[in-house]
């Protein structure tokens, strides 16, 4: 009895390990046939515009908390030189985050122009 309880235990481990392996197996096969509509180029421009929507959210939060502590500096300071270093930062700031904040106007405007590897220009 116990012999005919391993026997249909086994025969049902291997049945649903050949299923795991077959269902496995049909979904390896679906996803390269799926795939295939998009490129490696798209995913990395998806993947870059996800990166550079990041990179502006955090520089626009950094460069508003460094710039509130410039601004703080230089009002409550009687240093004239720190006054002077902390207007220095303040303009670093503002350009750093004006060309950071461009990069994506300067790619949208290019990219029409040489799309497809052939510059129209």
């Given at each position: 009895?116990?012999?005919?309880?391993?026997?249909?235990?086994?025969?049902?481990?291997?049945?649903?390990?050949?299923l795991?392996?077959?269902?496995?197996?049909?979904?390896?096969?679906?996803?390269?046939?799926?795939?295939?509509?998009?490129?490696?180029?798209?995913?990395?421009?998806?993947?870059m515009?996800?990166?550079?929507?990041?990179?502006?959210?955090?520089?626009?939060?950094?460069?508003?908390?460094?710039?509130a502590?410039?601004?703080?500096?230089?009002?409550?300071?009687?240093?004239?030189?720190?006054?002077?270093?902390?207007?220095?930062?303040?303009?670093?700031?503002?350009?750093?985050w004006?060309?950071?904040?461009s990069?994506?106007?300067?790619?949208?405007?290019?990219?029409?122009?040489?799309?497809?590897?052939?510059?129209?220009?």
């Amino acid at each position: 009895m116990k012999q005919e309880k391993a026997k249909k235990g086994s025969k049902t481990a291997v049945a649903y390990w050949s299923l795991v392996g077959v269902v496995s197996a049909v979904l390896m096969s679906v996803q390269c046939v799926l795939a295939e509509s998009e490129t490696i180029w798209d995913r990395f421009s998806t993947l870059m515009q996800s990166f550079y929507v990041q990179l502006i959210a955090i520089s626009t939060i950094v460069a508003v908390t460094m710039a509130a502590v410039a601004l703080i500096v230089r009002l409550v300071s009687r240093n004239q030189r720190t006054v002077d270093e902390a207007t220095s930062w303040l303009k670093r700031i503002v350009i750093t985050w004006i060309i950071l904040n461009s990069l994506g106007l300067i790619v949208a405007y290019i990219q029409p122009l040489v799309a497809g590897g052939n510059y129209g220009g």
